[in-house]
Structures are given as C-alpha cells and as structure tokens.
C-alpha cells in the first residue's frame, strides 16, 4: 500500500523565481493538504483541496497557490520567491476533508 | 483562533526511562479533535494518535500512552521505557471541521533524544 509521495525531494531556487511541488496521495484518500515547516517549528497550514477545489486556506499570500487533479494528485505552486519560503513542503492526504491527515517526506524548498 | 502549546523545547533521558511530553490547547470549538505526530530526522511526520473532544478516556497503545483532560485542556503524551528509537520531534496538533474542511493547527515540538 502506497503512502503520500511527493517530488522533487530537494530544490533549489533563486528569489524571484517561480516553483512547482507535486504530491499524490496515499491510495484510496481523496483529499490533500499542503503544509508549510520552516526549520525549528511546527507546520503551518497554506490549504487543502477536495473535489478539486480549494476548501480552506492559510494566512499564506497569493503567490502561493495550488491544483488538484482527477486522480487526486495536487500540486503546490508558490510565485516571486523569497528567502522566507525556505523550507520543508509537506503534503498530506486523508479520506475525506475531515478524516486523519497523513503525510509524506516532503520537499526541501531552498532559496538563495 | 486556536493554539498549541509544547512548553518542553527539548527532552533528553536514558534509555529505559518514561518521559511524558505536555501539550495544551486553546480553542472556542465544543467540538475538535486532538493529535500527535512524530517527525524522525526523515521528516515524515507519522501519525500516531487521534482524538475527538467527546472521548476523554485515556488510551495506551504498548509503550505509548496518552492522557486527555478538557478541564485542564491538555492531552499529554508518556513514553514507558523509552528506547533510542524513540528519539524524534514529537508535535502535537489540533483541528475543528469547519464548513467540511479541517486544517491542522500545530505545537512547536518537543524534541526528545534518548540516549543509550
């Protein structure tokens, strides 16, 4: 049984440029949320989406924006980078909008 | 808005130990459910437990155990004789359904290092 994966693994970018993360869901969930951890702290949450639409959203900014796909695949797209968005990307998925949310690996997001 | 609080930065004991880590909650919802995750240095974060606001029992899952008090909100987390696989951040998070969608509101962790 296949968990949440997510690709790349790492990356690396410059300010200023654009990003695509890419995550699918364990098998059988139909629901991703996208999760923000910079180093020494807990996640924050950016969004989630269900039916391919986004559902809920964090007190993240525009330039961060998401899809979902038929497949329940989702991918995370963050614009004009900063230094600030140097972080771990994590992507988790459940049955449902409102069952336990589990996560994958995630994707090491560096900015220089 | 909702909160967690993880007072313990960092723990460190000997093997064999019990150690219990504290979390507690601010939130407004009658209804919400209560989680801890453990984050290895892989970075996955892997669910351990989940609880609803209803069910106040404690449970125990082998070593783990868990201990949920509304009137204090708190929902800690003990860990009999400890083992060096233990060793982790250990988060605690919180979350109410709000118009069909639930988002995940996390403690800063506590990171618990247990030495041989």
């Known amino acids: 049984d296949a968990g949440v994966t997510q690709s790349p693994t790492h990356l690396i970018k410059t300010r200023g440029q654009q990003v695509t993360l890419r995550c699918s869901p364990k098998?059988?969930?139909?629901?991703v949320s996208w999760y923000q951890q910079a180093l020494g702290q807990g996640p924050q949450f950016i969004f989630q989406?269900?039916?391919?639409?986004?559902?809920q959203r964090g007190n993240f900014p525009d330039r961060f924006s998401g899809h979902q796909f038929p497949n329940y695949s989702s991918e995370l797209n963050v614009n004009a980078l900063l230094l600030g968005d140097s972080a771990l990307y994590l992507c988790?998925?459940?049955?449902?909008?409102?069952?336990?949310?589990?996560f994958g690996p995630g994707t090491r997001l560096t900015v220089l | 808005a909702q909160k967690v609080t993880q007072a313990q930065t960092e723990i460190s004991v000997v093997e064999k130990e019990d150690v219990t880590l504290d979390c507690v909650y601010e939130?407004?919802?009658?209804?919400?459910?209560l989680f801890w995750y453990k984050q290895p240095p892989s970075g996955e974060l892997v669910f351990l437990i989940r609880?609803?606001?209803?069910?106040?029992q404690n449970e125990i899952s082998g070593r783990y155990s868990w201990n949920f008090q509304k009137s204090t909100s708190s929902f800690n987390f003990t860990i009999t004789a400890s083992q060096v696989v233990d060793s982790a951040v250990y988060f605690c998070?919180?979350?109410?359904?709000?118009?069909?969608?639930?988002?995940?509101?996390f403690g800063q962790g506590t990171r618990l290092t247990i030495n041989p």
């Open positions: 988790a998925s459940s049955y449902g909008a409102t069952d336990t949310q589990y």
């Open positions: 098998s059988g969930h139909d629901t």
């Open positions: 989406y269900y039916e391919e639409e986004e559902r």
């Open positions: 939130t407004r919802d009658t209804t919400y459910y």
């Open positions: 609880r609803n606001s209803f069910d106040e």
């Open positions: 998070a919180l979350t109410s359904i709000i118009q069909g969608a639930q988002k995940l509101v």
